[in-house]
């Protein structure tokens, strides 16, 4: 069945939220009403990076107005290390702290305000340790979370020195955080038998289950936790949520009163941990066309003070360090570095955009330094069809459709036309420079650890013909919930308003999945399409026993369902007589993703079932007094495969590409030299802002389906929009490399701020200024030029990135 033919799948419908989100009316978890007995608590954290406890009195906390209970880690009953990975991380912190920020006890207060009040009363001595706080002192004194894992093919040494070109460089990128517009908050109470109902703001509900009845030392059928929908995730709910969810637990079994969590802006910033900065050396030898030999990464990715997700986003970085390029040889080594920082943790791309960022800082570098467009280097080194098509982790690359996209998006944005009016407006302008760049993602999706990638729903059809389906997913504003009615519609052939998608319940769908890896629609559709079919089965068979009617006549469409030419019933009607005939009307479904495999220790595998394909051309301008710049036109194609909404997945290509946008340009984190997060609210910390959307945005969808049995054969929307955002980092760099000597590197570090882009001008006037003192030397002398170009150097503050 062709897509057209579809009754609800592949139409632009609208969220199924979305009158309640303009309303005001959307219930999040702090919006929940609250038992007139509940408490509210607070985080103690720590003021120290790395330290020694040497006392902690907590008395003038206890006695504090309003104060109800006060638990550190001794009032654990259950385990008190834990984590997603590994167990590494205490409730509370235990005996010494190991970043600033990190939770040392909670209070649970008759209100919010008295909570905070009380929280800062404690009185703590502390003995300072030797705190590691840059991803440079981590790799300089081999302090891992993790240890490092290491993937090659080929003599790469030795394709190295044979060239024909070679160079070398490095490039620091910065973190994000997630901001959220609603923050970390849980609601725990207290029911018979010590059960517990919480509900969270969690990208995971069955890992807050899992760790909360771990801490209590409760079975997990004790514990039940609930999520209708977040306002914002973008990872940062994924495992994070965890602390908060483990106080709010913790207070209300000793209090035996309601008790919610709800972090301030403030305090979410310094407890929670962010997007992995990292810095990143490479070694690279290409021809004299630009095709890469050979290349040697060695990623040193930021990881924390524990090992959170990171193991995952690095192993992702690794996998990603390939892009949409063949690498004939290579030698990647990834560093997990351990700081004494916030534990950094999942955010949207979840380590693929850290990686793909190198791999394109490097084809861009090998342009520059040849003299030719760096498109033409890009095309150079894609995927082929059918041979150079492995990639470093030993997938093959079966479903590549790089080329025809990028050729349609060349063509569609006018790049080369464009290139020449970018070169003319340069010329003619000293002040203001304009840069140019188009940019191809490929993305692979699935989650890496392949036990994640499985979903359950259930699904309950009343008699009146309405339908109920829940699903382990949760919804955070991306569409989830409305993709998975959209499904249920389709395959019961009644109208989107007969389907209501009820709360990510743990009574329900047990041992879920995070809703994370762009995998949500993927695995929850499946699911409950699965839970769907297994019910019309079973009324299929009622309606050609009771009908006397042949199955393969029997159709589900337009709210009703038609039996050959023998008998037309509404679908409402119909249930009803099934239910009259006693046929199950309910059942449960359940998908995992075929084919997928890989080996945690050597990296190979098939780690992805597919991969998402997309390019990006922006269009930047920037001011050479002031740093300041702009972007003035963004052209995206995208490879959604045959998109079940195409309205709600054309803002998801949209926000994921500002999303990128803010963290290559303005959202800077940065920590003092005693480890304390200074940019820690709106006030210091830029994402972007409506005006910073160019006036021009222009997003189309790439013709194509899934070569593989995904959902509709849809295509993954979560993740891979973000790094198309490159091309708006990339098209500063040629904006700043319009004012240099050709050959001249520009040495520009993520996030390209003002300040950046003042030092990287600077740099490359040296750059420029040293090549003209050469070039007349050797005119001079009569000697042929032999200038090294100006090599990548850190920029302004990169160790603290």
Known sequence: MSVKAYQTVGKSLPHESAHLHVMGSAQYTDDIPEFASTLHAAIGMSARAHARIVSMDLSAVASAPGVVAVVTLDDVPGEKYHGPYQDDEPVFADGKVEYLGQPMFAVAATSHDLARRAVSLAKIEYEDLDPVLTVEEGAARKSYVLPPVHISKGNVPSLLEQGPNRHQGELHCGGQEQFYLEGQVAYAMLGENNEIQLYS???????????????????????????????????????????????????????????????????????????????VLYDVAYTDDGLIKAVAFEQQ???????????AVADRQVFHSDNAYYLE?????????????????????????????????????????????????????????????????????????????????????????????????????????????????????????????????????????????????????????????????????????????????????????????????????????????????????????HYGCDAHDIVFRSNQVVCGDRVTLSFADFVQKAYMARVPLWSSGFYKTPKIHYDLKTLTGRPFYYFVYAAACAEVIIDTLTGENRLVRADILYDAGRSINPAVDLGQVEGGFIQGVGWLTTEELWWDAKGKLMTHAPSTYKIPSVSDCPEALHVEFFENGNTENNIFQSKAMGEPPLPTAISVFLAIRDAIASTA?????????????????????????????????????????????????????????????
């Not at 990715?301 to 193991?311: H, N, P, Y």
């Open 329 to 545: 040889a290579f030698d990647i080594l990834s560093l997990r570095i351990k700081t004494n920082s916030q534990s950094n943790t999942a955010f949207r791309g979840f380590g693929g955009p850290q990686g793909i960022l190198c791999i394109e800082y490097v084809i861009d570098d090998i342009a520059r330094r040849l003299g030719k467009d760096p498109l033409d280097v890009r095309k150079l080194n894609f995927y082929g069809r059918t041979e150079r098509n492995v990639t470093p982790y030993q997938m093959v690359v079966e479903d590549n459709v790089v080329h025809e996209l990028v050729d349609q998006l060349e063509a569609s944005s006018k790049y080369r036309e464009r290139r020449k009016q970018v070169d003319q407006f340069n010329a003619q302008n000293r002040i203001l420079k304009k840069g140019l760049a188009l940019v191809p993602v490929k993305f692979g999706i699935s989650f890496t650890a392949t036990f994640l990638n499985q979903a359950g729903a259930l699904l309950h059809v009343y008699t009146d013909g309405s339908a109920l389906i829940n699903h382990g997913g949760t919804e955070m504003g991306q569409g989830l919930n409305t993709k998975v009615a959209q499904v249920v519609a389709e395959e019961l052939g009644i109208d989107m308003e007969r389907v209501r998608v009820s709360s990510t319940d743990t009574s329900k769908v047990p041992n879920t999945s995070a809703t994370a890896a762009s995998t949500g629609t993927d695995l929850n559709g499946k699911a409950a399409q699965d839970a769907a079919r297994k019910i019309k089965a079973a009324l299929v068979e009622f309606a050609a026993d």
């Open 301 to 311: 990715l930021r990881c924390g003070f524990s090992a959170d997700l990171s193991g």
């Open 201 to 279: 703001s969690t990208q995971h509900p069955s890992e807050m289950q899992a760790m909360v009845a771990h801490i209590l030392g409760q079975a997990a059928h004790t514990v039940k936790v609930q999520c209708r929908r977040m306002g914002g995730g973008f990872g940062g709910k994924e495992s994070q949520s965890w602390p908060f969810a483990a106080a709010a637990a913790l207070l209300a079994k000793r209090t035996g009163r309601p008790v919610k969590v709800r972090a301030d802006r403030d305090d979410d910033f310094m407890i929670t941990g962010k997007r992995h900065d990292f810095r």
């Open 741 to 801: 000597a050709p050959g001249v590197t520009v040495p520009l570090d993520a996030p390209a701020t003002a300040e950046r882009v003042l030092w990287a001008l600077d740099k490359v006037k040296e750059g420029s200024e040293l090549c003209a003192d050469m070039a007349a030397f050797d005119a001079d002398a009569n000697v042929p030029a032999a200038l090294e170009p100006v090599m990548s150097m850190p920029g302004p503050g990169a160790g603290n990135v």
